[in-house]
């Protein structure tokens, strides 16, 4: 390591293994026409006229920025690097050097410009024509648009992949159909991309997430070993967003991710439960064992009820018509509970805000948990590795080291 990496005493032990399962880049507006190419200029160019946020580390219109020059301190890298001047935020060559001061090993990487502003613009089924208008483009193009964004980050995501194995980008796909999403998701994995990303508030490829016809898409991902991400985009798609609209829930932080309004933060974890739900008691994970899902930025509160939830419903099933299981047995019933199923195909990070010690003393689910730094995202906060150390103190360095090192091996293997 080029530095020794600053960690509590309790996490000191696994420095050099630790695996981050959400982190980003943050390349700013100013250059994306010059990384990403021309497709993403009407969207780098809405982004540079808006204003500025003060105290939002996170704003992508950056016009103070001067390049990825800002030194990496282990005494302060926890604390000051967010937003699109944090170091190696944009020049990935560098970030090797930052995880290493940080004591990551692999690291998860999701887009924070164009490729997640596509992904949330396609994911917008209903009354495009203002952010079109927006965009300087007619209504008819919004979505292809949102489709070559992808691509365009995509492309860039490839060729940071193949330079540096240890960061593991995640290409967002898309897909009307399931042929489509098969397609886009093919593209990826065929040039060494490692995990994928949909968009939980949609249906994926237009059907259900436990449809069979998603069948080939399911065994792709698994035979390649590419871990399917539900990472935070346009989760207000999910649900009406009217009902945010009211004068108590107005004047909450806003980040270019989360909205901090207690309807929000009640509310947008849905779009990911709803997608991990279907596929549990839809059978998707026993048809395909070894397919590996990873749940970012939705908060972690809410697995561990979901497990519960199901395994009532599995042991009291009642249905009327036998189905046939992928061990060949009959029944309704799943042949493992969903708790099983989600300890051993899901992994769910967690905010360093979150008492994930408690999660696991009241639910279980010890395997599902993983840390995260959402690097350089302000939402990740400050010193969160001590933080989450804390809450899982009490139950001893073997869970812990699960948290921040085994249970990540799933999503980001060697």
């Given amino acids: 390591m080029s530095a020794v990496p600053s960690l509590p005493e309790n996490v000191a032990p696994f420095a050099g293994r630790i695996l981050d399962i959400d982190s980003h880049e943050m390349i700013p507006a100013q250059i994306w026409v010059e990384v990403f190419g021309d497709v993403v200029k009407p ?19 950056a016009p103070d920025y001067v390049g990825d020059v800002r030194e990496i301190d282990p005494e302060t890298v926890w604390i000051t690097g967010k937003g699109p001047n944090a170091p190696a935020a944009s020049d990935m060559g560098r970030r090797v050097e930052l995880m290493d001061t940080m004591g990551i090993n692999r690291q998860l990487m999701f887009a924070s ?39 365009a980050q995509n492309n860039w995501s490839v060729e940071t992949a193949r330079r540096i194995p240890r960061l593991r980008p995640v290409a967002q796909i898309y897909g009307d159909t399931p042929e489509e999403l098969i397609a886009v998701a093919k593209s990826v994995i065929d040039r060494g991309i490692r995990a994928v990303q949909v968009a939980p508030a949609i249906l994926p490829g237009g059907v259900s997430a436990a449809s069979n016809a998603l069948d080939p898409f399911y065994a792709m991902l698994a035979e390649a070993n590419v871990a399917l991400t539900l990472h935070i985009s346009n989760e207000t798609q999910f649900l009406d967003p009217e009902w945010n609209n009211a004068r108590a829930f107005e004047g909450f932080k806003q980040t270019t991710e989360l909205l901090m309004s207690p309807w929000f933060l009640q509310t947008y974890h849905l779009a990911a439960q709803n997608f ?24 972690g509160h809410w697995i561990g009820p979901l497990a519960h939830q199901l395994d009532i419903w599995h042991d009291n099933n009642q249905a009327m018509h036998p189905m046939m299981f992928a061990d060949g047995s009959e029944g309704r019933r799943l042949p493992m509970r969903p708790s099983e199923y989600i300890a051993r195909n899901v992994r769910v990070s967690v905010f360093d805000f979150e008492p994930v010690g408690e999660y696991i003393q009241k639910n279980g689910l010890e395997d599902v948990y993983c840390f995260m730094s959402d690097y350089p995202h302000t ?33 980001l293997p060697e």
Avoid: C, W
């Fill in 113 to 151: 410009g164009p490729g997640h502003g596509g992904l949330t613009m396609y994911a917008f089924r209903k009354n495009v024509a203002p952010l079109a208008a927006s965009l300087g483009i007619a209504e008819d193009e919004f979505h292809t648009l949102a489709r070559r964004m992808m691509d």
């Fill in 276 to 299: 991990i739900g279907t596929m549990v008691a839809g059978g998707v994970f026993d048809r395909h064992p070894t397919l590996r899902v990873a749940v970012a930025e939705f908060t």
């Fill in 379 to 411: 939402e990740g906060g400050k010193r969160p590795v001590d933080k989450l150390a804390a809450s899982l103190e009490p139950l001893g360095q073997r869970v812990m080291e699960k948290f921040f090192v085994t249970n990540g091996e799933l999503i």
């Fill in 43 to 61: 969207y780098a160019d809405r982004t540079l006229a808006s204003s500025k946020r003060a105290g939002n580390f996170n704003e992508l219109n």
